[in-house]
């Protein structure tokens, strides 16, 4: 990572952390993929049971396969032939591990789902949640977070599963209402009443999408 940006991520995640701690939530900076693994592993001691919704940038830091291959209950939906069991799993997991579509500058956390079980598992359910997000996703507001969820995100990953919406081929929001729309719910995290239960870690490289 180039000296300046690291310079300037490392101010803009302090600024971020200090919202998310406003706002209940706990905030991390790692200044490259390797200490975002040992952060997260940090927070998750042997044992636990850990699931996940789809996060790219879990898999980037090594997490999953640290966990896989560590001594900890980690539970695979896509292994797993009963998704719907998994998915019910989740709601009583120890740890729950995602990215975030999107955050505001104020430690506002922005996503977007179509299944859903990103969102309710965020919004309520296991004891911890933890987001791995790289600083890319950072946004001046609530606005420019959505805006980037629905014109970066959703198109990137409506391509990625081969879905038939308007953003998988013109590359941006066309505000569907396609049967294989992923933007069935918004979910706006602007402040958690439990305090502990969701930790942010802001890596200082470009995860995700
Ligand atoms: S509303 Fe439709 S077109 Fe817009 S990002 Fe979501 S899936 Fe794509």
């Given at each position: 990572?180039?000296?300046?940006?690291?310079?300037?991520?490392?101010?803009?995640?302090?600024?971020?952390?200090?919202?998310?701690?406003?706002?209940?939530?706990?905030g991390?900076y790692?200044?490259?993929?390797?200490?975002?693994?040992?952060?997260?592993?940090?927070?998750?001691?042997?044992?636990?049971?850990?699931?996940m919704?789809?996060?790219?940038?879990?898999?980037?830091i090594g997490?999953?396969?640290?966990?896989?291959?560590?001594?900890?209950?980690?539970?695979d939906?896509d292994?797993?032939?009963?998704?719907?069991?998994?998915?019910?799993?989740?709601?009583d997991?120890d740890f729950?591990?995602?990215?975030?579509n999107a955050?505001?500058?104020?430690?506002?956390?922005?996503?977007?789902?179509?299944?859903?079980?990103?969102?309710?598992?965020?919004?309520?359910?296991?004891r911890?949640?933890?987001?791995?997000?790289?600083?890319?996703?950072?946004?001046?507001?609530?606005?420019?977070?959505?805006?980037?969820?629905?014109?970066?995100?959703?198109?990137?990953n409506?391509?990625r599963?081969?879905?038939?919406?308007?953003?998988?081929k013109?590359?941006?929001?066309?505000?569907?209402?396609?049967?294989?729309?992923?933007?069935?719910?918004?979910?706006?995290?602007?402040?958690?009443?439990h305090?502990?239960?969701?930790?942010?870690?802001?890596?200082?490289?470009?995860?995700?999408f």
């Amino acid at each position: 990572m180039n000296p300046n940006i690291t310079k300037r991520n490392e101010l803009l995640a302090q600024k971020v952390i200090k919202g998310l701690e406003s706002r209940g939530m706990t905030g991390y900076y790692a200044a490259d993929k390797e200490a975002a693994l040992k952060q997260a592993l940090a927070l998750i001691p042997e044992g636990s049971t850990v699931t996940m919704g789809g996060g790219m940038s879990v898999h980037e830091i090594g997490l999953v396969k640290a966990l896989v291959e560590g001594n900890y209950n980690f539970i695979d939906r896509d292994a797993v032939e009963d998704k719907r069991a998994a998915m019910l799993a989740a709601y009583d997991a120890d740890f729950y591990l995602m990215s975030a579509n999107a955050m505001t500058e104020d430690g506002i956390l922005v996503n977007i789902d179509g299944n859903s079980n990103r969102v309710s598992a965020l919004a309520q359910g296991p004891r911890k949640v933890i987001v791995i997000a790289g600083m890319n996703k950072v946004c001046d507001d609530v606005d420019g977070a959505m805006k980037r969820a629905r014109n970066v995100a959703a198109p990137i990953n409506a391509q990625r599963f081969g879905l038939n919406t308007p953003c998988a081929k013109t590359g941006s929001c066309m505000n569907c209402k396609s049967p294989d729309t992923i933007c069935c719910q918004f979910l706006i995290t602007r402040f958690s009443r439990h305090p502990g239960r969701i930790h942010v870690i802001l890596v200082n490289d470009n995860l995700g999408f």
